[in-house]
């Protein structure tokens, strides 16, 4: 009898929404999260101090501010984050990506960010 609770249980866990796994998964919906990591952390210019923040993260989704992120200098190369998708922008151009907003959650750091994926929207410079 407890076996079979233990895979009724297993069951019910399996058809709730969870980060991917993959470090490589991108979300590709609005509320849709992944587990990822921090790859890259860094000034928004290369080596301009106080020129903002740039993340990269292990799936190759960029985050970059014109601020500098409190949040972001607390962080660590190699830190698991939790990032979800959080807007898309509409009516962009053909071709144009950009403008995509992205949450994240540090897991060791507990810190939070949102950023979008360029620094210009779609349509934009």
Not at 20 to 32: D, I, N, W
Not at 94 to 121: C, I, Q, V
């Amino acid at each position: 009898m407890r076996s079979l609770a233990l895979v009724a249980a297993l069951a019910a866990l399996s058809v709730l929404p969870l980060p991917a796994q993959a470090a490589a998964a991108v979300p590709t919906k609005v509320g849709q999260c992944v587990a990822t990591s921090l790859k890259t952390i860094a000034t928004r210019l290369e080596g301009v101090p106080d020129s903002g923040s740039l993340v990269i993260y292990a799936n190759n989704i960029v985050g970059e501010s014109y601020d500098t992120i409190k949040a972001i200098t607390k962080a660590k190369v190699g830190d698991k984050i939790t990032l979800c998708l959080t807007s898309i922008p509409k009516g962009c151009p053909p071709g144009d990506n950009r403008g995509k907003f992205y949450s994240a959650l540090d897991l060791r750091t507990h810190g939070k960010w949102n950023l979008p994926d360029a620094e210009h929207m779609c349509g934009g410079a």
